[in-house]
């Protein structure tokens, strides 16, 4: 069963200022005692920490930090299909992706050449980032009145922020879960750790212009290389937009999350939807069931053993930009929040060698455009 938001929630938390961690532990069962129904997220906010930091406090039989070797990583994932079902849990600040399903190591995608792809089922793509990633826990944790045990493995950057949740479904797997834990415990198990204090985000202009981004798209063969390729870019990147040309870019209104979302399952049409951050790319490709707010300003696009969240109140802007591949132009839809990070990215869900869908291209090009408040953009990508 797909978790709800809200116990997603519990499984992250976002990064902030790192307080003294000497007293931590006591203020974290202080905190959890006031508020019994409390996430992890509010109550690392609340205690001026990371998440990263808040799950350390808990290290010992039921949390265990793992080693995190770029070559050990590899190794765990390797064997994830053994941990079962599974609910893959990947956010930022104000898009999240949850997906149940077994892991199994990608072996039919050649023409990627990117051995850190993973997927989760057919419609879901796993894309690894392993130099950002610094700790791995895995993780038991209780739930109901009958305390039922959750295994789980949770992973953080240097900032202490989360990368992804693994939950496994049910108990059948436990033994596998338990037996990778021995096999990779760290030799040193700390209660405390210190972390990155993240700096302020801002949209930085990308380190590639737009005649580079330009001629490596036209050596693209379908719509995964150019989702492999645009995750090379900074999350604020929209200057790189900006400059694309008014042709081939623009801006559409953030209220377009709900209008894409309405029309995507109106007319049954799929999508390849992205959601990720320093450390992991989530990307589903498949048709929605619904689309319906869930809640505090939460926007849910679902389907079968999948919802897709985002927080309607924090994106500032959408843009929608063409790119010209070597099989033709492949639109994608992207949303930025108020500090300017990507939130999420859309395109159409076709498999290799084909072309983008009439339908798909209608549905974008209904979305409402926002005029651009001054004309500053080079039409450089037009002439590519």
Partial sequence: MLLTLCLAASFWVAASAASPPSDLASRWKVFHAAHPNGNARDASEALNTTEAQLLATEVGPDVVLLRSDT??????????????????????????????????SQRDLAHVGNPEVLYAGEPLHLHFLWKNWKYLFSVIHYYGPKRTPVRSLQAFDAYGTSINKFILEGQRHNDAFDRMTREFRAPVQPTTLSVRTASAATDSPPNESVEQLCTALRATADFLAVELLLEKLPRAHQKLWQEWGSNAAYAVSPESVQLLAKRLVQD??????????????QLFSGAFDRAQFIGEGWFSYQAKDLALHIHAPDIARGWVVRLGSRQGDITIVEFFDTAGNLAARFMDAQPPGTTESTTWRAIVGSLPRVLRAESTSSNAAAKY
């Fill in 71 to 104: 070559s050990d990583l590899r190794r765990i994932f390797a064997q994830s299909a053994s941990f079962g079902r599974v609910t893959s849990v990947t956010r930022n600040d104000y898009g999240i992706s949850e997906r149940t399903a077994v892991l199994e």
């Fill in 268 to 281: 049954k049409e799929p999508a390849t939807v992205a959601i990720g951050n320093l450390g992991l790319v």
